[in-house]
């Protein structure tokens, strides 16, 4: 398993998320306020206010709590560079605010990388090329190009909304969906969620500035929704991230457990090459 791959992996499972011949196919989201306008066109500017509160306490509400967490499942990654590794197994355990213990291994069970995030430091275990990176978080979010804290990874792992400020627009619904749009500084966040329930079908996060050289699009579907201890979590998340190339992911969920005790094993063998 080559660094750069193992980096990939990295960022793809946390933004913002094998070895058989079955492609990974992504479905690309469709988001009403795309092609439909806003919904400043049928509803008063104090009706729209109260609709938009109205769904940010809803969607807000779905939010997941947990003191740990631990998940087993199955991942499967493919980019326009040609690199395409299917049926990577993946643990993943975490202690909220504190750490995330990722573990990738490839046939037989045979592990290919280990991965440690603290609120200080990134840690990689390359078990493949003999190699371990370390780095405190300033230097990691360079390395992995991301710009989130632990517990924004976090969210992102478990499935709760991420990049969703205190005001929303854009607001336009369906008999299924509701899709709105949330401002950041420095980007845009598109979210579908079901009409019903307001658990998140889709999200898209994108520069806000959309004429930046390399204007970044991260797009996250969520899918085969079942309850765990009361939560109402996605089994089945797709990832698509186009920035300099184009990376999908897909992530099948085998089991999910909350608030049980939980390590973060992270031997680190004396021979191994330091990067």
């Known amino acids: ?110 592990e290919g990388a280990r991965i440690l995030v603290t609120k200080d430091s990134i840690k990689i275990v390359n078990r493949l090329e003999g190699t371990v990176t370390l780095r405190n978080v300033q230097e990691g979010q360079e390395m992995l190009k991301l710009n989130m804290d632990l517990t924004t990874l976090q969210d992102l792992i478990v499935g709760n909304a991420v990049f969703l400020s205190d005001s929303i627009s854009n607001i336009v619904t369906t008999q299924s969906v509701i899709s709105f749009a949330s401002m950041q500084p420095t980007l845009v966040s598109l979210f579908n969620v079901f009409a019903d329930d307001y658990v998140i079908q889709q999200c898209r996060i994108t520069d806000r500035d959309s004429t930046a050289a390399n204007n970044r699009v991260v797009e996250l579907t969520y899918g085969a929704h079942k309850v765990v201890d009361g939560r109402k979590i996605a089994f089945q998340r797709k990832i698509y991230v186009e920035d300099k190339s184009v990376v999908k992911v897909a992530l099948d969920f085998k089991r999910m457990e909350f608030n049980k005790p939980q390590s973060f094993p992270f031997p680190v063998p004396d021979k191994y090459t330091r990067e």
Not at 47 to 62: C, D, F, G, T
Not at 72 to 96: C, F, H, T
């Open 1 to 110: 398993m080559e660094q750069k791959a193992v980096l990939q992996i990295v960022a793809c499972l946390f933004s913002l998320v094998l070895f058989s011949c079955r492609a990974t196919k992504i479905t690309r989201a469709t988001f009403p306020s795309d092609t439909t306008g806003s919904s400043k066109d049928a509803l008063s500017r104090e009706k729209e206010a109260a609709l938009a509160k109205s769904i940010l306490e809803k969607v807000r509400a779905n939010r997941i709590e947990y003191k740990t967490f631990s998940a087993e499942l199955r991942m499967d990654y493919d980019d326009d560079r040609g690199k395409r590794m299917n049926n990577l197994g993946v643990n993943i355990r975490m202690e909220y605010d504190s750490a995330i213990w990722i573990r990738v291994a490839g046939p037989a069970n045979i």
